[in-house]
């Protein structure tokens, strides 16, 4: 616990008292802690790609200089470098747009159904690579939700991104699309999207904490898959910016099922 004392001295007719004050300034400190420690990570996650380029920049200047084969090599090297930094500021700005609108519900109305079949559309190159099957098993045709199609479109993305990532090549992946009219958690009718994988599943102790900026279970893994670590917090934010609920359930050896679940009605200002 931080406290922030403050003394001052007080006249009164038996004489001078001193009054001192303790105010509890422990989140105050908690919430610059984790800035701080934000600025680290990032400039770590910056530092790394920009170190490797410098090297290969001054290797083609040096060595390489009369090495075409190798110059071609390490010039691949440096894309891939400079696209994990071109990842990283993207979803970092991603990242801070959707903090900075968390206060305003979007209300756009936003048919799931579809936006589903156009994301997987869009992964379909990335799907056909990993091997992947991807299956969208829908209740309905169509399923309107209050929404910003453009962020809940990153959310589904992520998620399937994930899921082919850590899911296993030549797997399935599972979209199931329901509703629910009095869902407990929403206190309403909600949706609920889920994308299951029949990866190598989470371990328990890892759930709580995968929604943390640059939590990874496996660092290695994760940046050889290209990831920046920061999906699943972009994913909790615009969830969370559309009163939902982001539900993660997996077990070692698994798989993983990740369900979005969305309100159906509108705040009850514009209703
Ligand atoms: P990354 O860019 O590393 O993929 P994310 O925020 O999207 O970052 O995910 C955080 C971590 O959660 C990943 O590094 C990975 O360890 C774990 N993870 C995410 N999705 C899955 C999944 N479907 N199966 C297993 N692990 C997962």
Known sequence: TAYQVSCSAVETNDGTSVLMCFEDVTPIE?????????????????????????????????????DPAAAERFLGTMQEEASRMERLVKDLLSLSRVEA???VRPTDPVDLVAMLHTVIHANAPLLQDAEVICS??????????PGDADQ?????????????????????V?????????????RGPSAIVEIADQGAGI?????????????????????????????????KHIVNRHRGRLRI?????QGSQFQVVLPRDLPAATA
Request: net charge negative; charged share 30%; no cysteine.
């Open 152 to 172: 809940l479109q990153q959310v589904f993305t992520n998620l399937i991104e994930n899921a082919v990532k850590y899911g296993g090549d030549g797997k399935t």
């Open 101 to 103: 609108q968390e206060r």
């Open 30 to 66: 908690q919430i610059g802690q984790m800035r701080r420690d934000f600025v680290a990570n990032v400039s770590h996650e910056l530092r790394s790609p920009l170190t490797a380029l410098l090297g290969f920049i001054e290797t083609l200047q040096g060595p390489a200089r009369d």
């Open 249 to 253: 359930q997996s077990e070692s050896g």
């Open 136 to 145: 969208l098993d829908a209740e309905v045709d169509k399923l309107i939700v």
């Open 203 to 235: 371990d328990g102790v890892h759930i709580p904490r995968l929604t943390e900026r640059f939590y990874r279970i496996d660092n290695h893994r994760s940046r050889e898959m290209g990831g920046t670590g920061l999906g699943l917090a972009i994913v």
């Open 174 to 186: 599972r979209i199931s699309v329901r509703t629910d009219e009095e869902d407990p958690s929403l």
